[in-house]
T-cell receptor
């Protein structure tokens, strides 16, 4: 039973390019979350999606960032016109249902984005 | 805005020593989780506490949720090099949105 799969593990982009980060949740999980982690910091919530729906994108910058979770295929976090400040580790997590108290989140290994 | 502060930020100890890591907030959480994260990997859940005053044990790790559900601690007995990593607490008020602490980076020297 594969865990949460993220790819690529490492992504290098030049300023102004686009970055696409992919996340395949665990089998049977229909809820996906994206978090960003800067060096020496904790994780910051970005967006919560269910299949074909964005539930909460309050943690995601309104410009240049977008996320989707189509009916078929992985969830995609897209960053347009990247800047150096976008360099960070981006983690995806999934859960089987709407998490309430104590629901377990399963995290992927992350994508390390470096913007030159 | 809910914030979770962890202390200490960094901790370097010798194998066999005991240690306690703290997670504090001015906000009340309905549940709190502790994760361990190793370099280049995602966080892995260690435990979830939901009741004020609750104590949970996981081998040499003891987790406690404060009576008022605003703070938590993680105590490790006889630390081993394999305990090395970043320890994160994360709290929720009952929704999907987990607030993560800033983390405690632990290094256990052999």
């Amino acid at each position: 039973n594969a865990g949460v799969m993220q790819n690529p593990r490492h992504l290098v982009r030049r300023r102004g390019q686009e970055a696409r980060l992919r996340c395949s949740p665990m089998k049977g999980h229909s809820h996906v979350y994206w978090y960003r982690q800067l060096p020496e910091e904790g994780l910051k919530f970005m967006v919560y999606l269910q299949k074909e729906n964005i539930i909460d994108e309050s943690g995601m910058p309104k410009e240049r960032f977008s996320a989707e979770f189509p009916k078929e295929g992985p969830s995609i976090l897209r960053i347009q016109q990247v800047v150096r400040g976008d360099s960070a580790a981006y983690f995806c997590a999934s859960s089987p249902s709407t998490p309430g108290t104590g629901e377990k989140l399963f995290f992927g290994s992350g994508t390390q984005l470096s913007v030159l | 805005t809910q914030l979770l502060e962890q202390s200490p930020q960094f901790l370097s100890i010798q194998e066999g020593e005991n240690l306690t890591v703290y997670c504090n907030s001015s906000s009340v959480f309905s549940s709190l989780q502790w994760y361990r994260q190793e370099p280049g990997e995602g966080p892995v859940l260690l435990v979830t506490v939901v009741t004020g005053g609750e104590v949970k044990k996981l081998k040499r790790l003891t987790f406690q949720f404060g009576d008022a559900r605003k703070d938590s601690s993680l105590h490790i007995t006889a630390a081993q090099p394999g305990d090395t990593g970043l320890y994160l607490c994360a709290g929720t008020s009952g929704t999907y949105k987990y607030i993560f602490g800033t983390g405690t980076r632990l290094k256990v020297l052999a």
